[in-house]
Nanobody
Framework: QLQLVESGGGLVQPGGSLRLSCKTS????????IGWFRQAPGKKREGVSF????????NYADSVKGRFTVSRDNAKNTAYLQMNNLKPEDTAIYYC????WGTGTSVESEYDYWGQGTQVTVSS
């Protein structure tokens, strides 16, 4: 059972930046596609950024394109979500999820393993 642990959330002012981390210590993360999803209060969970398992191709939701960057450091078994120019509408709980040999799809049901989430609040 793959366990994912997110960190890096917090309170930031509009226009600020945060970097989220998603780490596993049990298995080699490079075999997994990583998806970053978020859920704001009263809203459905939505996918924001994705990176595939093999060629590390990336994909982004339109709402974050140009502001968020997903990456991975396989040597550290860690994936990252760099979030710049944050807006109040980015406020949500952010989750990372893993899909074995995945292509980095935005389809939530393809991801078998989920972290516990980390809160991101963008407010002045």
């Amino acid at each position: 059972q793959l366990q994912l642990v997110e960190s890096g959330g917090g309170l930031v002012q509009p226009g600020g930046s945060l970097r989220l981390s998603c780490k596993t210590s049990q298995y080699t993360l490079e075999y997994y596609a990583i998806g970053w999803f978020r859920q704001a209060p009263g809203k459905k969970r939505e996918g924001v950024s994705f990176i595939s398992s093999l060629d590390e191709s990336t994909n982004y939701a339109d709402s974050v394109k140009g502001r968020f960057t997903v990456s991975r450091d396989n040597a550290k078994n860690t994936a990252y979500l760099q979030m710049n120019n944050l807006k109040p509408e980015d406020t949500a709980i952010y989750y990372c999820a893993a899909d074995l040999w995945g292509t980095g799809t935005s389809v939530e049901s393809e991801y078998d393993y989920w972290g516990q989430g980390t809160q991101v609040t963008v407010s002045s």
